[in-house]
Antibody, heavy 118, light 107 residues
Framework: EVQLVESGGGLAEPGGSLRLSCAASGFTVNNAWMTWVRQAPGKGLEWVGRIRSKSDGGTADHAASLKGRLIISRDDSKKTLYLQMNSLKTEDTGVYYCIAGADRLDYWGHGTLVTVSS | DIQMTQSPSSLSASIGDRVTFTCQAS??????FNWYQQKPGKAPKLLIYDVSNLDTGVPSRFSGSGSGTDFTLTISSLQPEDIGTYYCQQYHHLPYTFGQGTKLEIK
């Protein structure tokens, strides 16, 4: 069974940093492209970015609107996906979902809540 | 960025009704198009991929159609478990973008 378990969310101050993790299991993680999507409270879905499998280059594409503040990486030895969040803004508040898949978002984690507030 | 516009923004229908949602892309996305369902308090779930292909386990009352810039999701006979918000998504050009969602309620 595919499982994606996000962690690392919580309360952070504006200008601060957080690193979200996503532990993946139940599929061949190192072959999978992975995606982060976020959802502000009461709002719709926003694509944050995706990362290729190592065999496809291992590089990431990010939403330009995030201006390099949110960076995706992976550690296949730990079967873990990361989202490094820097220079946090109040508008980064929301639930962050880890997803197995890139074009077709097949499997979603339950999400982790990030609150940016002073 | 490609803008995805869904209509209506909300919809109230009765059990057994035929329900239709639409999504319009600001430019041609060919068939690089998916639908997702999000039930209250839950993560979204893939419903239909590549315009018209039902994901595993999705009931046959759901169907998708369209091409280019105009797409439709239809529920042939609304069931109570279908309440939630439906999102369209294009993956023809980065950044991949979603519609703003259509919230479906039971009348």
């Amino acid at each position: 069974e595919v499982q994606l378990v996000e962690s690392g969310g919580g309360l952070a101050e504006p200008g601060g940093s957080l690193r979200l993790s996503c532990a993946a299991s139940g599929f061949t993680v190192n072959n999978a492209w992975m995606t982060w999507v976020r959802q502000a409270p009461g709002k719709g879905l926003e694509w944050v970015g995706r990362i290729r499998s190592k065999s496809d280059g291992g590089t990431a594409d990010h939403a330009a609107s995030l201006k390099g503040r949110l960076i995706i990486s992976r550690d296949d030895s730990k079967k873990t996906l990361y989202l490094q969040m820097n220079s946090l803004k109040t508008e980064d508040t929301g639930v962050y979902y880890c997803i197995a898949g890139a074009d077709r978002l097949d499997y979603w984690g339950h999400g982790t809540l990030v609150t940016v507030s002073s | 960025d490609i803008q995805m516009t869904q209509s209506p923004s909300s919809l109230s229908a009765s059990i057994g009704d035929r329900v239709t949602f639409t999504c319009q892309a600001s430019q041609d996305v060919r068939n690089y198009f998916n639908w997702y369902q999000q039930k209250p308090g839950k993560a979204p779930k893939l419903l239909i991929y590549d315009v018209s292909n039902l994901d595993t386990g999705v009931p046959s009352r759901f169907s998708g159609s369209g091409s280019g810039t105009d797409f439709t999701l239809t529920i042939s006979s609304l069931q109570p478990e279908d309440i939630g918000t439906y999102y369209c998504q294009q993956y023809h050009h980065l950044p991949y973008t979603f519609g703003q969602g259509t919230k479906l309620e039971i009348k």
